[in-house]
């Protein structure tokens, strides 16, 4: 078989006729050509748009498609006298019972007899159901400025933008729990190294606190921390951060209602005390007034991205262990991307793009409507793509996506919690947290039975 959707035919003896070319693809569920993994997914029920070249220097006498998933039929079209080219446009009707994967093939015969076949580009396809899962929702008074996963207690932390007090929401069992109250308006949130005390961004105190929760009722001690003064302007706040290796905490500091480029990173060590301001990043040493950090579970890494540094979006991937950052790179054209990271800090998903450890662009995804909201597995296998008032699990080895599962309002940040086998799904002023169950994989929601003619919508152009 030819690669690329290219075949090159044969006959029944001798050398290969090249003059025989067959190509084709699947097209996207938006109707584009787009051939990036995610995009040919497919409502149960839809059907899948497929398009057939072919050419030779005789004369083409069939051209047909052949489905190898989930059934194994093929089906052709007698083509009329003196065609030496021709384009088949087909329309696959899918069982709305079935979610899946599809593979197609496309051949053709000249009057010679040659033959071959060639995979479709844009292979797989799939088909998709929508699912509701168990799910239990919390309102909320105002709209989120972050939130963090405490796995050693099974709770959530999430800071609001207009109450002194960290929310807590328990997973194990399902609970609305008592705040945690703060000297001031908590933004970033993030869990010391060892899981025993919650770091707090305080822009107004010019200070992180850390919560102890090891003790009851847990205790708070701030820490003085500000980015270094600029001229003319207020002193840096806290505004953003995360804990990495080595009791390393990298803090975005900013000045409150001023834009631009006013944004500084420093790290801050919590066994020694010491604070450093890192001048590797932005434009010598300065970035802007919005940064997005996230960080795997080992804490490794940290991922640094620049939401305000658009097109691309700039991101460094910050070593904690080392105290260091790799160089500046582009990633996706738009502001503000959601950012997520597997366990190990080996990938990371920005936007529907996935990168490695190092930002070396790894695969980009076309999920149904663009998903402004994503998130990928701990384990690297599969990623979350937003999808109106719900969100596709999708397999990032091929971006078949056989389930959208729904949630009671449009999706604005999902979280993967594998230790409490669920994702977290936040809205304007909801907090849903769905038990997932096991890894998407290919279901049958009942036999398939192949249809009588897999050609039964097609219109041929020559």
Known sequence: MAALGLATCSGPSGPPDTGLFVFGHVFAADGSPSLAPAAAVYRAGDSIHLSVSASDNRRLTWIGLHATEPFDRADSVQLPDSVRSVVLDAMIVTDSLFAGQWHFNAFARDDEGHRDEAVLLGNPASTYRDTILPTTSWALGSRLRDLVFDAKRKKVYFA?????????????????????????VPT???????????????????????????VTPPTLDTIRLTGDSLPNLPLPQP?????????????????????????????????????????????????????????????????????DACCPTQAQIYLPGIDSLLAQRGTVDRYGPPISADATGRRFLVGTTLYDSSLTLLRGYAPPGGALVSAITRGADTAYFGAGSGFFRTRLSDGVSIQRVRVPAEPGLLLDL??????????????????????????????????????ARYALQH
Do not use: C, W
């Not at 007090?165 to 000297?183: A, E, F, H, M, W």
């Not at 949130?189 to 200070?207: H, Q």
């Open 418 to 455: 594998p230790e409490v086998s669920g994702i977290l799904v936040v809205s304007d002023y909801l907090m849903s947290f769905v038990v997932l169950g096991g890894p998407p994989t290919p279901v049958v929601h009942r036999p398939v039975t192949p249809p009588e003619h897999l050609l």
């Open 239 to 307: 505004d953003n951060l995360r804990a990495g290796q080595g009791n390393r905490v990298i803090v975005h500091t900013t000045v409150p209602g001023v834009s631009g480029s006013v944004g500084q990173i420093v790290v801050y060590n919590l066994a020694t005390g010491s604070k450093v301001r890192h001048r590797e990043v932005g434009f010598q040493g300065v970035v802007g007034s919005a940064v997005l950090l996230t960080r795997p579970v080992d804490r490794s890494r940290i991922l640094v991205a620049y939401s």
């Open 160 to 184: 609001q933008r207009d109450s002194a007090r960290i929310g807590v929401i328990s997973l194990q069992p399902l609970s609305l729990d008592p705040g945690l109250p703060t000297p001031a």
């Open 188 to 214: 970033g949130l993030d869990m010391s190294p060892g899981d025993d005390s919650l770091l707090v961004a305080l822009p107004a105190s010019y200070a992180i606190a850390v919560i102890n929760l090891a």
